[in-house]
């Protein structure tokens, strides 16, 4: 059985404190603002380069209490204000009933900057202890019992748009899960429908990436809730794939951003899916052809940059 807190009236929201390992809270703000207007740029970014949010939406953010539902409710609220657009936001977080949850945290969090919200209890968390043997990988059954729950929630508040926390990282990695594990060329992609058709799901953050939610979170000092389910478990592949992508970081810039790049420059003709191209119909015309056997070529542009140069989107400060 499930309870809520009824949606609260939006107000002006508080001034956050920002924090300062460098001991000059001048130099900190200086940064935090410099970082929060990147993040704002990325995010809008996305919104426009994928249709995301249009004029009139109502928008459910899930907040998990984690960093990077913090950084995505906090920029769409920033980016509400200066949107020529009008659309709302709504807060909902899931309580899972994990012992020692904090349940304050939250709505004193979004009570005092005034975001409308709700809180939905429902003990997903026994739920998952009871079926999942211990040891064994929890995320599959706990990501669909909170899906279930929040497109329940969804249609209760009559939200257009379900916006969700992944980020740059979380969808690189699900592509590497999927490509050497499941044998498929997928990701999170920055738009989708829910398998019943009544819910549209958005990812704000797809260009973030995560290293500059955790030091947007720690300059806006975010209440960190920690997770004892997913979160927990040292044996995930996920955990695995996203250490790789870190070291790949380290040892040979550029080329994160460059496979993140390739996710939006598919050429279908070019790869074994016959549902995609229909190979049996392919014959010699006579004529030159831009995608032909040219394209497997190394690409000419490839040898006019330094492959360690980023990409311009995800340039450094």
Not at 86 to 114: C, T
Not at 161 to 173: E, M, N
Not at 246 to 255: C, I, L, S, T
Request: charged share 25%; proline share 6%.
């Amino acid at each position: 059985m499930s309870t809520s807190i009824s949606i609260r009236p939006s107000s002006t929201p508080a001034p956050v404190r920002r924090t300062s390992s460098a001991g000059d809270p001048r130099r900190a703000d200086f940064e935090a603002n410099k970082l929060r207007k990147r993040l704002r740029r990325l995010v809008g970014q996305a919104i426009g380069d994928f249709g995301l949010i249009e004029g009139g939406d109502r928008v459910m953010v899930c907040v998990s209490g984690g960093k990077d539902s913090y950084g995505l409710l906090d920029i769409l609220l920033s980016l509400k204000a200066r949107a020529p657009l009008s659309f709302e936001i709504i807060a909902v977080n899931l309580d899972q009933k994990q012992p020692g949850f904090p349940a304050d945290v939250l709505p004193r969090f979004l009570g005092e900057r005034g975001v409308p919200f709700r809180i939905e209890e429902q003990d997903t968390y026994s739920v998952v202890k009871r079926v999942i043997p211990d040891g064994a990988t929890m995320c599959s059954l706990c990501s669909r019992l909170r899906r279930g729950v929040l497109y329940r929630v969804a249609t209760e508040i009559g939200a257009t748009k379900i916006a969700l926390g992944h980020h740059r990282d979380d969808i690189l990695a699900t592509f590497f899960l999927n490509l050497f594990f499941g044998g498929k060329l997928k990701t999170m992609p920055p738009k989708l429908v829910s398998d019943d058709g009544r819910h549209v799901v958005i990812r704000p953050l797809a260009y973030v990436r995560e290293r500059d939610l955790a030091r947007y979170a720690e300059a806006m000092a975010f209440p960190i809730i920690p997770c004892n389910l997913c979160g927990s478990q040292e044996n995930l592949q996920r955990k695995h794939v996203a250490a790789m992508l870190r070291e790949w970081e380290k040892k040979y810039p550029g080329r994160v951003e460059t496979v993140f790049n390739s996710l939006g420059n598919v050429v279908s003709t070019h790869l074994l899916d016959r549902t995609l191209h229909d190979f049996t119909a392919v014959r010699s015309t006579g004529a030159p052809v831009a995608d032909g056997d040219l394209a497997c070529d190394a690409d000419p542009a490839l040898s006019l940059r330094d492959a360690t140069v980023p990409i311009a989107a995800f340039d450094a400060d």
